[in-house]
């Protein structure tokens, strides 16, 4: 039995095509394993550096009440990326009918005046 030539060419093309196509596909899987992985590392050093902006640039206070007055001082102590700044705006806020009670508080706990 004999084949024409154009059948074993026309097999031998389509066994190619098919090992292509697998090849194509393994690869395929390779490269999204790869990217997905290059993601979670973007996405982690996209979150420490993050992290490092909010730090370096979070402004450190001290604050001091000044005795026998109802003044309170403020003085920014850091960090130094920040002595760019012109000003520094405070709001104090009216907590009336606010209830502290059972919570810690740095100048002690509220009277009951």
Do not use: C, Y
């Not at 090992?19 to 490269?31: E, Q, T």
């Not at 290059?38 to 420490?48: C, E, G, K, V, Y």
């Not at 700044?85 to 806020?93: A, K």
């Amino acid at each position: 039995m004999t084949f024409p030539l154009a059948t074993i060419l026309g097999t031998t093309a389509a066994i190619g095509s098919a090992i292509a196509a697998g090849l194509a596909l393994l690869s395929s899987r390779r490269s999204n394993e790869a990217s997905r992985a290059a993601n979670r590392t973007a996405d982690s050093l996209a979150a420490i550096e993050h992290d490092r902006w909010h730090r370096k640039l979070t402004p450190q206070i001290r604050l001091a009440f000044v005795p026998g007055t109802s003044t309170l001082q403020m003085k920014r102590t850091g960090p130094v990326d920040l002595d760019r700044l012109d000003q520094v705006i405070v709001t104090v806020q009216n907590e009336a009918g606010v209830k502290h009670t059972g919570h810690s508080h740095l100048g002690g706990s509220p009277s009951e005046k």
